[in-house]
């Protein structure tokens, strides 16, 4: 059984940082993309960023471009988003994602496995 699980959420200041982590066990996760979600209450889920099963290639949202990076570890089975100079409007349920397949995808169909989400809250 595959299973997803995140940390590393919290409350922090607008202009701080965080890294969120998500330790996935249960299939080959090297095979896999990866991503990471968000969700507020109210609204649909969405892309954040994504990262191909080698690490060569990542996409992020245009709203995180230059404050957000994603990585991974495959010796690890772990997958990281290190967030910097966080905003109000980045406050959310943070959601890391399986792939389908190897390559990126932005669509939460692409993605089969999920995690239950680590809240990050970053006050002004």
């Known amino acids: 059984q595959v299973q997803l699980v995140e940390s590393g959420g919290g409350l922090v200041q607008a202009g701080g940082s965080l890294r969120l982590s998500c330790a996935a066990s249960?299939?080959?996760?090297?095979?896999?993309?990866m991503a990471w979600f968000r969700q507020v209450p109210g609204k649909e889920r969405e892309f954040v960023a994504a990262?191909?099963?080698?690490?060569?290639?990542?996409y992020y949202a245009d709203s995180v471009k230059g404050r957000l990076t994603i990585s991974r570890d495959n010796s690890k089975n772990a997958v990281y988003l290190q967030m910097n100079n966080l905003k109000p409007e980045d406050t959310a349920v943070y959601y890391c994602a399986s792939s389908l397949g190897g390559a990126i995808g932005t669509m939460k169909d692409e993605y089969d496995y999920w995690g239950q989400g680590t809240q990050v809250t970053v006050s002004s």
């Open positions: 249960g299939r080959t996760f090297s095979s896999y993309a």
């Open positions: 990262i191909s099963w080698f690490g060569g290639s990542t």
